[in-house]
């Protein structure tokens, strides 16, 4: 049961009057956790917050990219999946009336949880908020709900994700050998390729830097990782990643849908850092391991394992503009714009340092408008860039990155011509596997040349040490 | 005498009310961090973002103009009988006089302009419930009766209150409207239109709090109660002991 033509979980409808009894009662002990402080401590405050106040006046609507991008379908509307809960909690856990009709039966429940993955879980709806209040919260604590109390998820970020991460170490499957020997292999393609001599350095006790990657990065875009590992090299930095289980994957899909599993993935990927007793911990270009290492994790790590955690974006930062790397913008002749990825820049506040970055390399940057932390989600963004579902690609590539596509083309509305290459600098792997697709969706590398990729390969790019054409624009 | 008995409980209940709000968020426990960005910078500039949304309501007139027509005068009426209130002792009277009745008249207006839009609105209309039509006619009619008294009775508004303050007589009509501002006084710490309370937790609380709490290692002993497979929670199980723990394996059918 779905409320529109697509679905994230293709849940199947109960065979018989008691098992839909079963869900149902489920369902509704998640519920009476969710506003309980001992099973959801980590996000009460700001769930009641929300729910109790929010006036449903609709001035988040115009602020979500899926409501407008839908064509503003009522059911995409931020307060939809919102006012629902709503009901649910104070007719069922508070008993009071008066406060709009709901019924608790399985249309409801499994309506609710597709809906909950119709939301990117980007926050611009919260912004725009008069009142403070967080619908994006709640469809993650919708999320939660199904995964923590009826062990309902996507497969792509539960079976397939973070149970896979915490059992092999990455959400790739790649166990720690794997990885060595991907980077074995990066590493000779990057020396052949850059004429820098690069050798990942592994598990170095004391180093200044340790790096963690979305792993997808090496199976996917292993020019990224490569990128990094040149820069890194040629500057002389003291770095090394960590062959620890998880410590390898910057991911942690339970961010996006569960608290325990959120939990159990920042807790040993910190551990891989404190045993190696690293000065601080690097995150490579992904968004949502960036905020949930560094902030969401926060609160839950004690003060010995609190560690220093920054920013690729701010590493390069320090790299580019503190001269330790000589580079030749003219390299990257070709018209560039930046995509701001929600976690990042709304999400942490992370703004400037890769425009820093990006204008030292590139001549020809242009800003999609809105832009920083008033951003549109690429549409890939809470889990979607790796869900497919049943006919969920059709819905995340055709609504949830309408608008995001509408930024890019005005971006690059003076250059359309094929003969022009063009950039989007996407410094996140989900974002690029949304533009990935997004792109090949439109036909717009064959058509138009509108090609994406990362920051650190624009980097490498414009280095003078390194051979020329780092950059192969072919599309992949 | 009764009347005015009345208005000072329901001042108190009023304060009461709301603090016992303030403290029910206060107490409920620390989250994790949830920052959302652009943060004003410096205690300044958290002042001067707040004065901005609580006297101007400046997110409202940013993304939702439409509404901002209808709410400001709500909440601008609002402020006004509460100065004209706050100046019933030492405020000159011709003041007092024209702020409480500038304030009743734009609340009026502001209460039936919302209640209009609950009822023609089909963006707003389904997502309004029975209480939030009862809450705009109860602000509506606590506006009207007031200003019914002083059109019918000469009964000015300010110079009613002071008379209650004061333990002194007042018209029956203006005496209703003294009724139904107390009732409503009393009424609103328990709505959520006391999102007055709600808002400085959700702004300083959540929004812009990047700071540690020493609390959060007391909240890790917490049992959780979740009942899937691959949380792993038992009795004796805390919050720590379950994020430490690899997820159980699950039995294959």
């Known amino acids: ?476 | 005498m009764l009347l005015s008995w009345l208005a000072y409980l329901a001042g108190a209940v009023f304060l009461a009310g709301s603090a016992f709000r303030a403290v029910k968020y206060a107490r409920t426990p620390v989250p994790l961090r949830w920052e959302l960005y652009p943060i004003p910078p410096g205690f300044a500039g958290q002042v001067r973002y707040t004065a901005a949304e609580v006297l101007v309501l400046r997110e409202a007139w940013k993304h939702n103009r439409k509404l901002w027509v209808r709410t400001y005068p709500f909440h601008l009426g609002i402020y006004l009988c509460a100065v004209a209130v706050a100046s019933l002792v030492t405020g000159p009277r011709g003041f007092t006089e024209a702020v409480s009745l500038a304030g009743l008249v734009l609340l009026l207006i502001g209460s039936c302009a919302l209640l209009a839009a609950r009822l023609t609105d089909p963006a707003l209309k389904p997502y309004t419930s029975p209480a939030d039509f009862f809450n705009l006619s109860f602000f509506a009619l606590t506006a009207a009766v007031p200003l019914a008294a002083f059109a019918a009775e000469g009964a000015a508004p300010a110079s009613v209150w002071r008379a209650v303050a004061t333990f002194h007589p007042v018209s029956p009509l203006a005496g209703l409207g003294v009724a139904l501002a107390a009732l409503l006084a009393a009424y609103i710490p328990f709505t959520h239109m006391a999102h007055f309370v709600a808002k400085y937790f959700a702004y300083h609380k959540v929004r812009w709090d990047d700071h540690r709490y020493p609390a959060v290692a007391a909240q890790l002993r917490y049992t959780p109660h979740w009942s899937a497979a691959h949380v792993g929670a038992g009795e004796r199980k805390t919050w720590a002991d379950v994020a430490l723990a690899d997820p159980p394996k699950e039995k294959k059918p």
């Not at chain 1, 018209?335 to 890769?354: A, F, K, S, W, Y």
């Not at chain 1, 995340?396 to 989007?424: H, R, T, W």
């Open chain 1, 1 to 476: 049961m779905s409320p529109d033509a697509y679905s994230a979980l293709a849940l199947p409808r109960p065979e018989s009057p008691d098992e839909e009894r079963e869900l149902l009662a489920a369902f509704f002990a998640g519920l009476e956790k969710l506003f309980t402080r001992e099973d959801n401590w980590t996000f009460l405050r700001p769930l009641l917050i929300t729910v109790e106040h929010c006036v449903r006046c609709q001035t988040c609507s115009e602020a979500c990219h899926i409501f407008t991008g839908s064509g503003r379908q009522e059911i995409y509307r931020p307060t939809y999946r919102s006012e629902i809960l709503r009901r649910l909690y104070f007719k069922y856990v508070r008993h009071k009336r008066w406060q709009g009709a709901v019924k608790l039966d399985w249309n409801t429940v499994s309506n609710l949880a597709e809906l909950a993955y119709r939301c990117n879980l980007c926050r611009r709806c919260a912004q725009a908020c008069p009142m403070g209040a967080d619908n994006g919260l709640v469809a993650h604590e919708i999320r939660k709900l199904f995964s923590q109390e009826m062990g309902i998820a996507p497969k792509e970020l539960h079976a397939s994700g973070s149970l896979v991460q915490l059992r092999t170490g990455s959400s790739t499957g790649m166990n720690p050998a794997g990885a060595r020997d991907s980077f074995d292999f990066i590493d000779e393609e990057m020396t052949e390729k850059t004429g820098i001599a690069v050798k990942t350095p592994w598990d170095v006790e004391g180093a200044d830097v340790l790096l963690i990657h979305n792993a997808g990065e090496v199976l996917s875009w292993p020019e990224n990782p490569g990128a990094f590992a040149v820069m890194l090299t040629a500057a002389g930095v003291s770095w090394t990643l960590s062959s620890e289980l998880t410590g390898y994957d910057a991911v942690n899909y339970g961010l996006w849908y569960d608290d325990v599993q959120f939990a159990r993935v920042a807790l040993r990927q910190i551990e891989a850092a404190r045993k190696l007793k690293v000065k601080r911990i690097v995150i490579g270009e992904c968004g949502h391991a960036h905020k949930a290492l560094t902030v969401i994790a926060d609160r839950l790590l004690p003060s010995d394992l609190n560690l220093p955690r920054v920013s690729s974006m701010t590493l390069m930062r320090d790299l580019v503009l503190g001269g330790r790397l000589a580079v030749d913008p003219t390299r990257n002749d070709f018209p560039v714009t930046l995509h701001d990825p929600c976690n990042m820049t709304r999400l942490m506040g992370i703004t400037e340092p890769q425009r820093e970055v990006l204008r030292a390399v590139c001549p020809d940057v242009r800003e999609m408008s809105p832009n920083r932390t008033e951003n549109y989600c690429c549409g890939g963004g809470s889990g979607f860039a790796i869900m497919s579902g049943k006919t969920f690609v059709d819905w995340k590539l055709n609504v949830a990155g309408a608008k995001k596509m509408e930024q890019v083309l005005a971006a690059f509305a003076d250059c359309m011509d094929p003969s022009i290459p063009k950039y989007i600098c996407a410094p996140c792997s989900n974002c690029k596997g949304q533009f990935r697709d997004l792109i090949a969706h439109r036909g717009l590398w064959k058509s138009n040349r509108i090609f994406y990729g990362g920051l650190a390969e624009l980097v490498v790019n414009a280095m003078r040490d390194v051979k020329p054409g780092f950059l192969e624009w072919e599309w992949r």
